[in-house]
Structure formats: structure tokens, C-alpha cells
């Protein structure tokens, strides 16, 4: 396995937004760089997206479109919504999504 320092793989997790495609730059799987990031103590994307999750979820809820804030945030229409799906479950847990019942 190469060596990655901490300050190598901060940088390249500015620049590459996944392990994996971290991992590809050096041919090996993304669970390696999970567990690199997890022995320095770096936190996952998620959890330096929670503003952004924010910010999407309110984009939405004050009416603009979901394929306009997929454009902004060159974000699928489908994560879209499952951001939108999570903060609202996050924000409000005792109200229910599903409306099966």
C-alpha cells in the first residue's frame, strides 16, 4: 500500500470528493482510504456537507426547483432528493415520510 500522510490526504479529499476516487489515484480500494481517514481523524465528506445539506433543503423548500438545485450543486436530481429526504428526517424525526400508511 503507498503512504499517504495526513496532509496529503487532506488535500486530496478537497479535491476528490469520495474515498474511492481517492483510492483509484493510487490503485487501491476505497476501504484503505477509510481506514487511513479513520487513523488521523478525519472526518468523512458527509459530515463536511452538512451545510451544504442545509442549504439544498432550504432551496427547496422555498419553492425553486429540484432539477435547478441539482444544476447549482452538480448534484443527480435523484441524491437531491435523498438530501432533502435526510435533513428533514434529521431536523424533524418525529414526523413520518412515509405516506403508505
Sequence with gaps: MPRISKDQLLKLQKRYPTDASVGALFGIPRQQIHRLRIKYGIAPVSKRNEK??????????????????????R???????????????ENFPEVSTDYST
Excluded: F
Excluded at 53 to 68: F, H, P, T, V
Excluded at 75 to 89: C, E, G, M, N, P
Design 75 to 89: 448534484i443527480s436530481t435523484v441524491h437531491i432528493y435523498r438530501i432533502i429526504k435526510q435533513v428533514q428526517k
Design 52 to 73: 451544504r445539506n442545509q442549504e439544498i433543503a432550504r432551496l427547496s423548500k422555498s419553492g425553486l426547483a429540484i432539477a435547478q438545485i441539482s444544476k447549482q450543486y
